[in-house]
């Protein structure tokens, strides 16, 4: 076989174990069983607590995955990794002082203190050291005895092992605080004691964070001593990076769209020439060509993927057949993860099965009668129902006004931070060229085109309108919508002013500042920018601004008039403000073109509204809307 990354699929011995590929399926909770299909080398089928009866991670009262009840659900985590061929791992874990715990328990730590939410963290003595010690022995012998064929133990992120670690959390006096060979006592003596419990040819990987993006955090320097000191006793390190319930770092971790890719490997390359063991590192490698590149250069010898294999389980089957433009790649929304979504509507931005899987099958049936679908606009919506009403055998017909596909999408895709959605924007490009979706560009729809096309399903995907505010002054020579800001940057003067700081109003000013040099100034009239992004896009947002030096914000702010001079504000104690402008962007939104999409019902029964022309929302509705009305015609 002619591999085109022939080092991502190259074999690797991992102690006693061959793994056939360096792709590692990294933990996300408990679902693992799609990435397990998908052939990576090594799948992390979900993680287990240590100390059942306290609070070591959920509560007191979480179950004992090895418990007589619980055995053999665990047992059968080890038959669907291997499914697809992959070793089976478990992540072993122990959230120290992070832990729930029930009304009148406590948590434990490296150090004492009463945390925001009334919790009672309690310093650890040696008696409660011991326990955890015992309770991560018992723990793999268990994960050993039912069959896993290595563990993954869960030393970075902030949790209880790197509490002790890192003077952000170790603030103990004794022998287990203070110098680096002090903090990590307690963490040795847990890897020491688990070798020796497993013995020899167990394969054990260890996770770290090499930066936890906080200040007081512990240095690089401390991580490399612990390293290169804790390899006695393991076999494969995985370099990450940030923490976990800190969520000005955990935005690292689980990095945003405003952190480069590969975000950890600087931290891996030296690890990897300080220590004699295999080297993994996971964060935001997000294509093979990214990760067979890590391997060839040698910087590493394993790749860890997490969110690339939610956006696409299939990620490392169709890299190993060469078929990398059939991966759908991952925007980095962070849509999946439920801090960022607050818990609510957490799933996937391009894949609709995940946290859907109990209704989204893996692959739609064919259609038992094929049928003749219109769908009116090429976005993100559009985009994802004609190929999901392709795959169901349906004849898809696809008009767009305009000469490209992508709606909004493709001006965002064009922005500095968006090069994911760029990204996917390309995936959507190719997989509608190489299907036998009918599409017909600067194709303006009418409904006498529709009924001219004779279809049995129109589906109106015609998205949203720039909002245009009424405010004196807006049709000034110097005013420009986002979307020609965003298309023709080089008429934009030197001093900007944007009105509207929603996720584009910011992104661009963002973009305009950091890498144009442009003065800009935002007017939003909300009290925080980036409304509609998540939690920790916003969190991300805010870093990368901090950068921009010549980037200005005005909350709670309104506009009152336009001139060819500049833009007078009102600010939030009311004073009115001029600041003077080249440009003016008009960020305000956007409005459903409802009108549009209306005039298309009344010609065929089975008529429906899709993506923004319903209501402005994010990419991950418009691909599930899109998916849910073509898997059900
Ligand atoms: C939704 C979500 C859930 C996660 N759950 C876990 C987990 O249960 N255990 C863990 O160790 N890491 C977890 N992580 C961290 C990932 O394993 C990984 O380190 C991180 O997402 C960076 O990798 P990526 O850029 O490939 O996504 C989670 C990340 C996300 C986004
Ligand atoms: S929700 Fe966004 S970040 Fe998460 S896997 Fe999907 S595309 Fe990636």
Redesign the pocket.
Known sequence: MNLKYPHLFSPIKINSIMVSNRIIA????QVFEDKALGRPGVVVAG?VITQPGKASWESAGQPYAFDKYEVEKTRRRILLAHRGGAKASL?I?HAGQYARVAPGDFAMGPSGYWREDGVEVREMDEAMMDEVVSGYVRTVQDAQAVGFDMIFL?FG?GWLVPEFLSPLFNKRTDTYGGTIENRMRFPLRILKEIRKAAGPYFPIEM?ISANEYMPGGISFEDVLTFVKTAQEYIDVVQV?CGLDIEHEANVY???TNFTEHMLNVKYAKVIKENVDILVSV????MNPDEAEKLLADGIVDMV?????LVADPDWPVKALEGRVEDIVPCLRC?Q???IATNRRNVGCSVNPRYANEDWVPRKLPKAETRKRVVIIGAGPAGCKAALTACERGHEVILLEKRDHIGGAIHYVAMEHFKVDIKAYLEYLKVQIGKSAIDLRLNTEASPKLIRSLAPDVVIAAVGALPAKPPIPGIDSKNVMSFYEAIEHEERIGRNVVIIGGGTIGAEIGLELSLLKEKNVTIIEMLNELAVQGNMLYKIGLRHKMGEAESLHVMLEAGCRKITEEGVYVRDKKGVEIFLPADTVIIAAGVRADRALAESFYGIVPQTYMIGDCEKPRKIQEATMEGYTIAAAI
């Open positions: 990294n933990p996300m909770g993680s992540e874990a869960h992120h996770r990450s971790t689980a990095s996971v964060g935001a490698i860890a993927l997490a969110r690339p962070l999946c993860y439920h």
